[in-house]
């Protein structure tokens, strides 16, 4: 049974940072694209950021709208993938989540319906 445990969500002004983790299991993990995404109240979810290994490299990619303030990161061996937050802004308040694809299809998975496995979530509350 696959299981995605996000935590490290809370409260923070704007400007702060915040770290989110997920912890992954029951799949293998290394061989999974693993994102985060985001819904917003009152809006659809959308794609923050997704991590892929291959050939012992980790590869990233975001949105334009936290590229340069949050970074995605991996650990093969622990099963976790986590999303640094900084700089944060009022709009990045938004319930996070964390999510699993399998292997093939697109290069950088960004569209939810690539995603196999999610978390429950996490919420992120920046205050102005």
């Known amino acids: 049974q696959v299981q995605l445990v996000e935590s490290g969500g809370g409260l923070v002004q704007a400007g702060g940072s915040l770290r989110l983790s997920c912890a992954a299991s029951?799949?293998?993990?290394?061989?999974?694209?693993m994102g985060w995404f985001r819904q917003a109240p009152g809006k659809e979810r959308e794609f923050v950021s997704t991590?892929?290994?291959?050939?012992?490299?980790?590869?990233?990619h975001y949105a334009d709208s936290v590229k340069g303030r949050f970074t995605i990161s991996r650990d093969n061996v622990k099963n976790t993938v986590d999303l640094q937050m900084n700089s944060l802004k009022f709009e990045d308040t938004a319930v996070y989540y964390c999510a699993a694809a399998k292997p093939g299809g697109s290069y950088y998975k960004t569209r939810d319906v690539e995603y196999n496995y999610w978390g429950q979530g996490t919420q992120v509350t920046v205050s102005s």
């Open positions: 991590s892929r290994w291959s050939g012992g490299s980790t590869y990233s």
């Open positions: 029951g799949l293998p993990f290394s061989s999974y694209a």
